[in-house]
T-cell receptor, first 116, second 114 residues
Framework: AQSVTQPDIHITVSEGASLELRCNYSYGATPYLFWYVQSPGQGLQLLLKYFSGDTLVQGIKGFEAEFKRSQSSFNLRKPSVHWSDAAEYFCAVGLPYGGATNKLIFGTGTLLAVQP | DAGVTQSPTHLIKTRGQQVTLRCSPKSGHDTVSWYQQALGQGPQFIFQYYEEEERQRGNFPDRFSGHQFPNYSSELNVNALLLGDSALYLC?????????????FGPGTRLTVT
C-alpha cells in the first residue's frame, strides 16, 4: 500500500541554523510529491511540489526539496531558519485515480520549533 | 482573489447528531476534496467531487456523504456522530484540467463531538 513516512515527529533548531526535514514514500511509480506547512489552528499551505524534471525544486519562503528516486525520498531543506518558520510540516504523495482525479496521502507531520 | 473558504469555523455537536460542513473552492477550480485531520495526525482523504459526482473515496463509512453544487461548492455531511469524529475537517480545491494534483486547502472546520 502507498504510504508516506516522516521519521522525525519533533525537531528543534536555532534561528539562523539550517534545516532538513525527512520524507520517505512507498509507491510503485514516480509519484507527485508535495510539502505543506500548517500553522496552529490553520489550514495547509503548499510550500512546493515535484511532478517531473529537475529533482531539486524551489518553493516559497526560501524552502527547497530534493527528489531522490533511489532512496524514495523527498527531503525539505532551508539554509537559514527564521522564527516564523515554527509550524508543522507535512509531506504528501499525489496518487492518480483515473481521469482528472487524484488524492493526497499525507505523512504524520514534523513539528518544528525554533529557538531564539 | 478569494482562496478556499469553509464554514463554520467551529462546531460542537452531541453524539448521534448530524452535521453539515460547507466549502467554496478557489476561483477557477472545479474539483473539491475533503480530508479529516485528527489531533496530532496528518490529513486523511475522505472523498473527492468533480462534475457534481463523487469520483473516489477513502476508507470512511457511509455515514460520511457529500454533495457538489453546479457552482462547484461542496458540502460534507456526517450522520450519527461518534466521539471519534471530532477532528479538523479540511476542504481542498483543485483544477481537473491540471490533473487535480495541486490542491489548495481552506482553513478548516473544527468539529467537536461531546
Amino acid at each position: 500500500a502507498q504510504s508516506v513516512t516522516q521519521p522525525d515527529i519533533h525537531i528543534t533548531v536555532s534561528e539562523g541554523a539550517s534545516l532538513e526535514l525527512r520524507c520517505n514514500y512507498s509507491y510503485g511509480a514516480t509519484p507527485y510529491l508535495f510539502w505543506y506547512v500548517q500553522s496552529p489552528g490553520q489550514g495547509l499551505q503548499l510550500l512546493l511540489k515535484y511532478f517531473s524534471g529537475d529533482t531539486l525544486v524551489q518553493g516559497i519562503k526560501g524552502f527547497e526539496a530534493e527528489f531522490k528516486r533511489s532512496q524514495s525520498s523527498f527531503n525539505l531543506r532551508k539554509p537559514s531558519v527564521h522564527w516564523s518558520d515554527a509550524a508543522e510540516y507535512f509531506c504528501a504523495v499525489g496518487l492518480p485515480y483515473g481521469g482528472a482525479t487524484n488524492k493526497l496521502i499525507f505523512g504524520t507531520g514534523t513539528l518544528l520549533a525554533v529557538q531564539p | 482573489d478569494a482562496g478556499v473558504t469553509q464554514s463554520p469555523t467551529h462546531l460542537i455537536k452531541t453524539r448521534g447528531q448530524q452535521v453539515t460542513l460547507r466549502c467554496s473552492p478557489k476561483s477557477g477550480h472545479d474539483t473539491v476534496s475533503w480530508y479529516q485531520q485528527a489531533l496530532g495526525q496528518g490529513p486523511q482523504f475522505i472523498f473527492q467531487y468533480y462534475e457534481e459526482e463523487e469520483r473516489q473515496r477513502g476508507n470512511f463509512p457511509d455515514r460520511f456523504s457529500g454533495h457538489q453544487f453546479p457552482n462547484y461548492s461542496s458540502e460534507l455531511n456526517v450522520n450519527a456522530l461518534l466521539l471519534g469524529d471530532s477532528a479538523l475537517y479540511l476542504c481542498a480545491s483543485s483544477s481537473a484540467s491540471g490533473g487535480a494534483y495541486e490542491q489548495y486547502f481552506g482553513p478548516g472546520t473544527r468539529l467537536t463531538v461531546t
